[in-house]
C-alpha cells in the first residue's frame, strides 16, 4: 500500500486523541466506530439492490465501494489508536490468510 495510507492513518490518530483524548472511552468508541461504517455498508449495499421497496435502488457499486474503504480505514485507525502499527498488524494478517490458502492448496 502507498504510503500516504499509513500516514493518514497514523495522522487521523493523532487528531483524534488531540479532539478526544486517548483514555478507554475513546478507544471503545473508535472501535464501535467499525459497527457504525459497516452498517453504512451495508445500508449501501441494500439501497443498490433496491431492496427497500420504499426507496428504490439508492446506491451504485462505487457507494459501497466508498464505504467499505471507509469501513477499512476506520480499522487502521483504530489499529493505531491501540498503540499497535497498522500496518504491521495488516501485513500478519495477510500473511495468515497467505498461508491458509497455501495450505488448501496442498493435496
Not at 500500500?1 to 475513546?26: F, K, P, Y
Not at 487502521?76 to 495488516?90: F, K, N, Q, W, Y
Amino acid at each position: 500500500m502507498d504510503e500516504s495510507i499509513w500516514e493518514a492513518a497514523r495522522a487521523s490518530r493523532s487528531w483524534l486523541d488531540a479532539a478526544n483524548g486517548t483514555g478507554q472511552t475513546e478507544l471503545t468508541c473508535r472501535i464501535l466506530k467499525l459497527t457504525e461504517e459497516a452498517g453504512e455498508a451495508s445500508a449501501a449495499w441494500i439501497g443498490l439492490l433496491g431492496q427497500n421497496p420504499r426507496k428504490g435502488v439508492t446506491h451504485t457499486r462505487e457507494d459501497v465501494a466508498a464505504e467499505l474503504a471507509d469501513v477499512a480505514f476506520t480499522a487502521l485507525v483504530a489499529i493505531e489508536s491501540l498503540g499497535l502499527d497498522a500496518r504491521t498488524a495488516l501485513d500478519a494478517c495477510a500473511a495468515k490468510v497467505r498461508s491458509r490458502l497455501t495450505d488448501q492448496e496442498r493435496p
